[in-house]
């Protein structure tokens, strides 16, 4: 079984961005699929497939590290 969860994330620009926090949020375990639609400089929504629920210190550290913020959810 697996879910999805929408993030969000701000600060991404580019393609380049997309692939760092893509990458870092593939790191994390049980990470199956990572779909980011980048609105560049924006709040961009970052879809994360996973096998259980994911920690979400654990997706705010990832997002951290490679380099943007993850916005609170509401
Ligand atoms: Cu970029």
């Known amino acids: 079984m697996s879910l999805t969860t ?6 991404m620009t ?7 926090v893509t990458e ?4 994390l375990d049980g990470v199956s699929e990572v ?5 560049a400089g924006g709040d961009s ?3 994360v497939t996973s096998e259980s629920e994911l920690d979400r210190e654990a997706v705010r ?3 951290d590290e490679a380099g943007y913020q993850l916005v609170p959810a509401r």
Request: hydrophobic share 40%.
């Open 61 to 63: 550290a990832a997002v």
């Open 6 to 11: 929408t993030y969000t994330v701000s600060g």
């Open 35 to 39: 779909t980011i639609d980048l609105v």
């Open 45 to 47: 929504p970052v879809r």
């Open 14 to 20: 580019c393609g380049h961005c997309v692939g760092a």
């Open 24 to 27: 870092e949020l593939q790191n």
